[in-house]
């Protein structure tokens, strides 16, 4: 396969990125949402010749630099079905030698976990091997949805912490986008007891409510009354959730509220048709929140790397 064999797409118009390449798409990759969170967008498409393999990438030109994306979990490449690494590797080489007419100094894409596109990996590699340095590198957990009851795989210490939630009477639900204001308060006061902050604003969080009512979500735990612990989501595919804004009230740390909040989530997703729960990252700045990490790992989240990576072209 040759750079003969691809078509390249410069489309700097919103109203032309055209809608996610597959029904399965991810929600960070929609029209909708990079209309709302941007101005100005640089979308490239990639086209097989004589195929119906298509492909696709954004960014945002901040201070002579490419950034696919910033403020948001994630960007990078998107296609609509498997792709092999060669062919992957050449879309980038056609891209670099794109870009490098530009007035930019450096293009860094910000990449996916593999739960979000079987291409994941062969993508690193083949950013690796056009010269792209990795310049950010979290850990990031997720939990892989079986047949079998979270409960019986958890570590001891947690199944214990569990049993002691189970004779709480604790209440879990599902809480209608109406709720949404309450339960950020919640989250900000949460979060401001540990010194950590919010990463969104309640506005930002309003309109993607009201604009994909179907894809974001609140799941809480509590008395039927008093919110013990909560958690907003976004089902970013359709067998993908991304667990981004949990809180817990430190109060009622004793009755465990979190391990009972991430055993019935996961019981959901078995009852939805989820096949992973995005847990995320586990830092505080540039450092590794080890405790946060290590709940993640005791509830049996999986590990895998989150990573940056940045070309810098030659002047």
């Not at 939630?165 to 949460?190: N, Q, W």
Request: hydrophobic content about 35%; glycine content about 4%; aromatic content about 12%.
């Amino acid at each position: 396969m040759s750079a003969k064999d691809w078509k390249l797409s410069h489309l700097g118009n919103l109203n032309t990125v055209p809608e996610p390449l597959e029904k399965d798409f991810c929600i960070y990759n929609s029209r909708r949402l990079l209309e709302l969170k941007y101005s100005e967008i640089e979308a490239f498409t990639f086209e097989l010749k004589n195929s119906k393999l298509y492909g696709k990438i954004h960014f945002v030109k901040e201070n002579r630099k490419l950034i696919s994306l910033p403020k948001l979990p994630f960007g990078s490449f998107e296609w609509n079905r498997d792709i092999s690494e060669s062919n992957i590797s050449e879309c980038i080489r056609i891209l670099i030698r794109e870009v490098s007419k530009w007035e930019i100094d450096e293009v860094i894409v910000n990449h996916k976990v593999p739960i979000y596109s079987p291409e994941a990996e062969k993508v690193e590699s083949s950013l690796i091997s056009n010269g792209f340095e990795v310049i950010g590198d979290s850990i990031n957990h997720h939990l892989q949805i079986n047949r079998e009851p979270l409960s019986d795989n958890i570590h001891k210490s947690e199944k214990r912490r569990l049993r002691i939630a189970d004779k709480s009477d604790l209440i879990f639900r599902e809480e209608p986008g109406s709720k949404l204001e309450e339960v950020y308060r919640f989250v900000l006061k949460c979060r401001k007891n540990r010194n950590h902050n919010v990463s969104i604003s309640l506005e930002e969080l309003k309109t993607y409510f009201q604009i994909y009512p179907e894809f974001y979500k609140i799941f809480s735990v509590s008395n039927g009354e008093e919110p013990y612990a909560v958690c907003i989501g976004v089902m970013v595919k359709k067998d993908v959730f991304y667990y981004f804004l949990p809180a817990s009230n430190p109060e009622y740390n004793s009755l465990s509220p979190m391990v009972y909040l991430l055993i019935s989530l996961y019981k959901t997703g078995q009852e939805q048709g989820w096949d992973y729960i995005d847990l995320g990252t586990s830092m505080l700045g540039e450092k590794t929140n080890e405790g946060l990490a290590s709940f993640k790992k005791r509830m049996c989240g999986i590990e895998t790397r989150k990573k940056t990576f940045q070309l810098k072209l030659d002047e």
